[in-house]
């Protein structure tokens, strides 16, 4: 800003003043001498062409430049990389001590803070009730998880992101399409997954992924539930046996996928969750609330807080 004119030998600099419109002399060939934008000492019989500012800069920092994104890992571009400098003058310096947990409202449990005490984390909750992994790979769903999920992405670095999805699919939604559209329940099982490990490949772009097994139907067939949530479950027929039978399909596949991913772990709550018969061990079960969906808070946060300690998640 403050001078007309740079002389330079070889340097990047040069490149620089021109981008901001300053004149350059050059004594030495960089590669952006020789196409008639600076006044050179030396001539390239092989530079014959004479190109613009912008078409120098477009084959140097767009086609002829390789770039990785360090914090995403994963191959970049110039208009990546520009967007991840100014998103990380935004974030935290010290973000790489948060975890990330999202999903489904079955994920509340890690508001507790016994997690941050225990593992000396700080653990960030973002949870949306209703989302599916179904949904998850529609920007423009009705619970807007994608969006939602993607401003707690943005806003830090995160040592590892902790992701529950799959309970809403399994006891409710695809049972739904099955009865409303007629279409096996094999197929729309499959759909599930395949949105569900497409968005688990993308979260590997920001940071380790533990993938929670999905929690189970927990409302009884005999109960007649008037509240909202369990009232729009016990809307398709599905018994409870078969919603939890579709559940452990849903958790084996994304199990045996995780399985051959380097930075994707599953937590596998099968063990201490089902009986021998696989159904949900009363314990589970709120018995203040048995129309509640979800797992008694205690017992199922000391069951995630004993697997991440014995298989060392964190």
Known sequence: KK??????????????????????????????????????KLKCK??????????????????????????????????????????????????????????????????????????????????????????????????????????????????????????????????????TKDTDIEVILEQSIKKYIDYLHYLTSYAQVVVLSAPYATVKDDLNCDDTISGIRSSVNASQKQRIEIGIKFNQKIKEFCSKQKDIKFVDFNDIILDKKNMIKEMFIKKNNPCDHHYCKVRYSLVVLYKFFKEKII
């Open 3 to 40: 001078f007309d004119k740079v002389y330079t030998k070889t340097s990047g600099m040069g490149m620089e003043a021109l981008i901001v419109g300053c004149k350059c002399v050059c004594y030495g060939m960089p590669y952006y001498a020789g196409w008639g934008i600076t006044i050179d």
């Open 46 to 179: 092989r530079r014959e062409r004479k190109l613009t500012i912008e078409e120098v800069f477009a084959a140097a920092y767009i086609l002829y430049t390789k770039y990785y994104n360090p914090y995403k890992k994963r191959v970049s571009d110039i208009f990546d990389t520009i967007n991840e400098i100014s998103l990380q003058k935004k974030k935290t310096k010290d973000s790489t001590k948060n975890i990330l947990a999202i999903g489904d409202s079955h994920i509340a449990p890690f508001k507790s803070k016994i997690f941050q005490v225990v593992f000396q984390y700080n653990f960030i909750i973002n949870y949306v009730p209703g989302a599916t992994a179904r949904g998850i790979g529609n920007k423009n769903s009705l619970t807007r998880s994608r969006k939602i999920f993607q401003e707690s992405l943005d806003k830090y670095n995160y040592h590892k992101i902790i992701i529950s999805l799959g309970e809403v699919d399994t006891a409710y939604s695809i049972w739904k399409i099955h009865e």
